[in-house]
C-alpha cells in the first residue's frame, strides 16, 4: 500500500511539474529588444539586464543611454547571468553588415597589413544600475574578410561614461566610472 501511495505521489508531481512548464508559469526570464538595446528581464524580481546594444553604423548615433525601465521592469545592470546561469557581458554589437568578430586581449593577434579605425562611444548610466558584469573589455572588432588591397580592419570602441549623480552605486569623473564606496575605477570598459 505505501508504493502505491508513493507512486501516486511522484506521478502528480511530474504531472504538476509538466503543467507548470507548458503552461509559462516556469519562465524565469524574457527577452525585450528596444531602440537597439537587447534586455533580459525577470518577472519575479521585477528586474532587467542590459544584454547589448546594436549600433547602426551611424556617426551620429554613438552615445548610449541605458533606460531606467523597459516594459515595466527596472533596469539595474549591464551583463550578467541571463537564462539559466548563461553568462552575457555588455557590449557593444557594431553593425551586423559590417561583418566583424569580437575580441578581447587574450585572442588578440593582429594579421598585417592592417588598418585600426577608433570609435569613442558615449554611455549614460541610469541612477539604477547597481551592477556591471563584464569579464573582459572588448578591445577590438575584427573584420572577417580582407579589404580590397589585402588589409584587414579592425575597429577599436573606447567608451566615455556619465552617470547620474543619483546613482547609489557609481559615480562618473571626466569620462570615467568609479565605485562610489571605495573610489576605484571600474575597469570594465576601454576608457581613452
Not at 501516486?8 to 507548470?20: G, I, S, Y
Not at 539604477?128 to 578591445?139: A, C, F
Request: with cysteine.
Amino acid at each position: 500500500m505505501k508504493r502505491l501511495g508513493m507512486y501516486l505521489t511522484l506521478k502528480l508531481c511530474f504531472v504538476l511539474a509538466v503543467v507548470t512548464l507548458f503552461s509559462g508559469c516556469g519562465n524565469i526570464y524574457e527577452h525585450y529588444e528596444k531602440d537597439g538595446f537587447h534586455f533580459t528581464v525577470f518577472p519575479g524580481t521585477g528586474k532587467g539586464v542590459v544584454d547589448y546594444w546594436q549600433w547602426d553604423g551611424e556617426k551620429g548615433h554613438m552615445v548610449i543611454t541605458i533606460p531606467e525601465t523597459v516594459n515595466g521592469y527596472r533596469i539595474t545592470q549591464l551583463g550578467g547571468r541571463i537564462g539559466y546561469g548563461l553568462p552575457s557581458d555588455f557590449v557593444v554589437h557594431l553593425p551586423r553588415d559590417w561583418h566583424t568578430i569580437e575580441i578581447d586581449d587574450h585572442y588578440l593577434e593582429m594579421e598585417s597589413p592592417y588598418n585600426v579605425v577608433e570609435l569613442d562611444f558615449t554611455i549614460n548610466i541610469s541612477r539604477n544600475i547597481t551592477k556591471i558584469e563584464m569579464e573582459i573589455p572588448i578591445l577590438y572588432y575584427k573584420q572577417k574578410e580582407r579589404n580590397e588591397d589585402g588589409s584587414y580592419t579592425y575597429y577599436r570602441a573606447y567608451a566615455y561614461v556619465n552617470c547620474s549623480e543619483e546613482n547609489p552605486v557609481f559615480y562618473s569623473e571626466n569620462g570615467r566610472l568609479y565605485y562610489r564606496e571605495t573610489g576605484k575605477l571600474v575597469n570594465k570598459f576601454l576608457y581613452r
